[in-house]
C-alpha cells in the first residue's frame, strides 16, 4: 500500500512558476513510477508526466514538453512537477499516481493522491 500526498498547488498568473510535490509513504516508493496527471472542470483526466524509477527515463504531454519537469528523491520518497510558463489551460487539479512502469494511461496506475488545485490567471 502506498499513500501519496500531493502539495504546491495554488492561484498564479500567466508566465508564473509552481513547483508541485507529491510525498509517499512506505518503504516501497523508489520501485515504483510515478506519473502526473490533470482534470479540468468537466474534462478527463489527463496525463502530463511520467518518470520511472530511478528518474533515468521521462515522457511528457506534448503541450508541456519544454515547460514542465518531472523530478524524484527517492530518499524523500517524493516526486515533483516544475511548472514554469504557465498557462490558463494549465488549470486544473493536479493528481500524482504511482504504477510500475512510465505510462501515459492512467488504467497502469495503482495508487492515487487525493490532488492539488493548480488556477493560472490571464
Known amino acids: 500500500q502506498v499513500r501519496l500526498v500531493e502539495s504546491g498547488g495554488g492561484l498564479v498568473q500567466t508566465g508564473d512558476s509552481l513547483r508541485l510535490s507529491c510525498t509517499a509513504s512506505?518503504?516501497?516508493?523508489?520501485?515504483?513510477?510515478m506519473g502526473w496527471f490533470r482534470q479540468a472542470p468537466r474534462k478527463e483526466r489527463d496525463f502530463v508526466a511520467a518518470i520511472n524509477w530511478s528518474g533515468g527515463s521521462t515522457d511528457y504531454l506534448d503541450s508541456v514538453k519544454g515547460r514542465f519537469t518531472i523530478s524524484r528523491d527517492n530518499a524523500k520518497n517524493t516526486v515533483y512537477l516544475q511548472m514554469n510558463s504557465l498557462k490558463p489551460e494549465d488549470t486544473a487539479v493536479y493528481y500524482c499516481?504511482?504504477?510500475?512502469?512510465?505510462?501515459?494511461?492512467?488504467?497502469?496506475?495503482?495508487?492515487w493522491g487525493q490532488g492539488t488545485q493548480v488556477t493560472v490567471s490571464s
Open positions: 512506505g518503504r516501497t516508493f523508489s520501485r515504483y513510477a
Open positions: 499516481a504511482a504504477g510500475w512502469y512510465v505510462s501515459g494511461n492512467k488504467g497502469d496506475y495503482d495508487y
